[in-house]
């Protein structure tokens, strides 16, 4: 199967859990979702809380240009409840990495966060990805949890690689799913 990489950027949704492209439109609605938990921004590489929100926000819309992101807002029915993306779709290779993902607190550690995640590993498989990366900060125990009890593999932590924007100079857990993993599972 080859890789089809334009098909990666398409709307998703099963019931109420709704992954559409990311607009200017969902800015106001994302900025209350990213207020929702307001502890969680110290793990992350860059802040999406406050006077920060809207340099974040524009930043994930250039990765997207520069980067080749595949930005998605993740909406619970009507509500905006947090973003996701695919990051650096494989240009030679069929892998990315799904990541810079945040979800509120009410939708955490159901079946929601699950469905999201479903719907974008299925719609990868689909492209033509055969591989599917996650990388979480090593502080980050309840997203390393979850993407474990996806099925991934814990494949090792990248040593102080990336600093965040309060000047932590974190460790990065790298997991990996492979396609024929993925289908055992579903």
């Not at 920060?52 to 240009?65: M, T």
Request: hydrophobic letters at 40%; a negative charge.
């Amino acid at each position: 199967m080859t890789v089809d990489r334009p098909m990666l950027a398409q709307p998703l949704s099963d019931g109420d859990v709704r992954l559409e492209l990311r607009t200017e439109a969902h800015r106001e609605g994302l900025r209350a979702a990213c207020a929702a938990d307001p502890d969680i921004w110290d793990i992350y590489p860059f802040s999406m809380l406050g006077e920060h929100f809207d340099r974040g926000f524009d930043r994930i819309g250039e990765l997207a240009e520069t980067e080749n992101w595949v930005n998605f807002i993740v909406l619970n029915g009507e509500d905006v409840v947090g973003m996701t993306n695919y990051i650096r779709p494989g240009g030679f290779q069929p892998v990315l990495e799904i990541g810079g993902t945040y979800i509120a607190p009410d939708v955490r550690g159901g079946p929601f966060n699950r469905t999201m995640k479903t719907l974008l590993i299925d719609h990868a498989i689909a492209c033509g990805y055969r591989r599917i990366e996650f990388r979480v900060d090593a502080r980050n125990k309840r997203s390393m949890a979850a993407v474990l009890k996806l099925g991934a593999t814990h494949e090792g932590t990248l040593r102080k690689n990336r600093i965040t924007w309060t000047g932590y100079v974190r460790d990065t857990a790298v997991f990996g799913l492979l396609a024929e993993e993925w289908q055992t599972r579903t």
